[in-house]
């Protein structure tokens, strides 16, 4: 049982979400790395054998509002998009450490619109290496390039991002009993020309106390410190800090908990910002009690500077229910429903169309199969609805995706 890095990524910046297959922004309450100030794959690594992969996939998505128009505007367009990728994974074992690393190209070909076609590429590395018996250094880096959703924009404006993240993690764990932790990351972004002033550099670092017995489950009492410059912004740096504990606890066989309740501050270089002070909090309950079916319930507060809306940051407090039922052995089925707030904090004029707040409830649903021991397919379903405050950014969309991969 590990504590999960999701519970120390509620302060961290990352701009503009860019999306996954069904459309919907990626979030970052998603299962993370262990003490991982980031969304960067799980850490410490553990292989049972030297291995390549290869996973060329083709997913087909039509959208029914691809530029997220309004309520009641003209201009409401649909779009089919065909995007073939292929993945590659290598895992070794070298001189004692573990390490993995991956690529993605993939492009997304827009068939109604094939000017606003894009690639897409994703890289990561990271590896783990043994100290002194019980300790353990975990550096990890990624790099990404892809579009931004239309969603904040309302309007058929192209962005791509491109971000990277290097770091590492340092921590002596042991089967039971207290343990130290640290954790820095350098992170940075850029977008293109017309929204430049998002872009921003975030350097980040963690130290905490662990402790954990296996009876009990662990607790981790941790300060968090992230540093945001915006370089193309007057008086745009911000400052968050956090100081929680940690929990997580397997209640029985059959339910695990986690919860991470901290207090968190938000400080601007700008006077015109509202500074934040307030509880944090992120709570996952996971139940196999009901098999087959797997319910996992989530709840968060955090801040986030992942939006081109505004210049400055948001407030989200985000919820999602998610059920997953193993109809047989080789086929799953999925239905989930995602509900999102955010609080704008921007000086005067500094939020596009000067929204206030929104809403966005999600539902989703969808369906995997396994075809043969390397075909796999999936379908998938999202409608999405936002409403603004003012009512000047709502709209609805709903996507419907078809995807197979081979895994080589």
Same mark, same amino acid.
């Given at each position: 049982?590990?504590?999960?890095?999701?519970?120390?990524?509620?302060?961290?910046?990352?701009?503009?979400?860019?999306?996954?297959?069904? !459309?919907?922004?990626?979030?970052?309450?998603?299962?993370?790395?262990?003490?991982? /100030?980031?969304?960067?794959?799980?850490?410490?690594?553990?292989?049972?054998?030297?291995?390549? #992969?290869?996973?060329?996939?083709?997913?087909?998505?039509? &959208?029914?509002?691809?530029?997220?128009?309004?309520?009641?505007?003209?201009?409401? @367009?649909? @779009? $089919?998009?065909?995007?073939?990728?292929?993945?590659?994974?290598? %895992?070794?074992?070298?001189?004692?450490?573990?390490?993995?690393?991956?690529?993605?190209?993939?492009? @997304?070909?827009?068939?109604?619109?094939?000017?606003?076609?894009?690639?897409?590429?994703?890289?990561?590395?990271?590896?783990?290496?043994?100290?002194?018996?019980?300790?353990?250094?975990?550096?990890?880096? *990624?790099?990404?390039?892809?579009?931004?959703?239309?969603?904040?924009?309302?309007?058929?404006?192209?962005?791509?991002?491109?971000?990277?993240?290097?770091?590492?993690?340092?921590?002596?764990? #042991?089967?039971?009993?207290?343990?130290?932790?640290?954790?820095? @990351?350098?992170?940075?972004?850029?977008?293109?020309?017309?929204? *430049?002033?998002? &872009?921003? =550099?975030?350097?980040?670092?963690?130290?905490?106390?662990?402790? #954990? =017995? /296996?009876?009990?489950?662990?607790?981790?009492?941790?300060?968090? =410190?992230?540093?945001?410059?915006? /370089?193309? +912004?007057?008086?745009?740096?911000?400052?968050?800090? =956090?100081? !929680?504990?940690?929990? %997580?606890?397997?209640?029985?066989? $059959?339910?695990?908990?986690?919860?991470?309740?901290?207090?968190?501050?938000?400080?601007?270089? &700008?006077?015109?910002?509202?500074?934040?002070?307030?509880?944090?909090?992120?709570?996952?309950?996971?139940?196999?009690?009901?098999?087959?079916?797997?319910?996992?319930?989530?709840?968060?507060?955090?801040?986030?500077?992942?939006?081109? $809306?505004?210049?400055?940051?948001?407030?989200?407090?985000?919820?999602?229910?998610?059920? +997953?039922?193993?109809?047989?052995?080789?086929?799953?089925?999925?239905?989930?429903?995602?509900?999102?707030?955010? &609080?704008?904090?921007?000086?005067?004029?500094?939020?596009?169309?000067?929204?206030?707040?929104? +809403?966005?409830?999600?539902?989703?649903?969808?369906?995997?199969? +396994?075809?043969? !021991?390397?075909?796999?397919?999936?379908?998938?379903?999202?409608?999405?609805?936002?409403?603004?405050?003012?009512?000047?950014?709502?709209?609805?969309?709903?996507?419907?995706?078809?995807?197979?991969?081979?895994?080589?």
């Amino acid at each position: 049982m590990v504590l999960t890095s999701a519970m120390l990524v509620g302060a961290v910046p990352a701009v503009a979400q860019p999306r996954d297959v069904a !459309g919907r922004s990626r979030d970052v309450q998603q299962p993370l790395s262990l003490y991982l /100030p980031s969304a960067v794959a799980s850490a410490p690594v553990s292989l049972r054998e030297n291995d390549i #992969r290869i996973t060329p996939a083709l997913s087909v998505a039509y &959208d029914d509002n691809i530029f997220r128009t309004i309520k009641g505007a003209s201009g409401r @367009e649909d @779009e $089919l998009i065909v995007a073939p990728s292929v993945t590659a994974q290598v %895992d070794r074992v070298l001189a004692g450490a573990q390490v993995t690393a991956s690529a993605l190209y993939g492009y @997304e070909v827009f068939t109604f619109h094939p000017d606003r076609s894009r690639p897409r590429i994703a890289l990561n590395a990271r590896g783990t290496a043994g100290i002194a018996g019980t300790c353990s250094v975990t550096p990890y880096g *990624e790099y990404r390039r892809e579009r931004t959703d239309f969603g904040d924009l309302n309007a058929p404006l192209d962005n791509t991002i491109r971000t990277s993240r290097f770091g590492a993690t340092a921590t002596c764990q #042991r089967p039971a009993g207290l343990y130290p932790l640290l954790s820095a @990351e350098r992170y940075q972004s850029s977008n293109d020309g017309e929204f *430049e002033y998002a &872009d921003q =550099r975030t350097t980040s670092g963690v130290v905490g106390i662990g402790y #954990r =017995r /296996p009876s009990l489950g662990q607790a981790l009492a941790y300060y968090r =410190r992230d540093d945001i410059v915006r /370089p193309n +912004q007057v008086r745009g740096d911000s400052s968050v800090d =956090r100081a !929680g504990v940690a929990i %997580d606890r397997a209640v029985s066989p $059959l339910l695990t908990a986690s919860v991470d309740l901290h207090w968190l501050s938000v400080r601007s270089q &700008d006077p015109l910002i509202e500074d934040y002070g307030g509880l944090g909090w992120r709570a996952q309950v996971v139940s196999r009690a009901l098999a087959p079916l797997k319910i996992e319930a989530t709840a968060a507060r955090s801040v986030v500077f992942d939006t081109l $809306l505004t210049t400055a940051y948001a407030v989200q407090s985000s919820y999602s229910l998610v059920g +997953q039922m193993q109809v047989n052995e080789l086929t799953s089925a999925t239905l989930g429903f995602d509900y999102r707030t955010r &609080d704008f904090r921007a000086p005067p004029n500094g939020v596009r169309g000067g929204l206030e707040k929104d +809403q966005s409830p999600i539902f989703r649903a969808g369906l995997a199969r +396994q075809m043969t !021991g390397r075909l796999f397919l999936r379908l998938d379903a999202t409608h999405s609805r936002r409403k603004t405050e003012p009512s000047i950014g709502d709209f609805d969309a709903t996507r419907v995706t078809a995807s197979a991969e081979m895994r080589f």
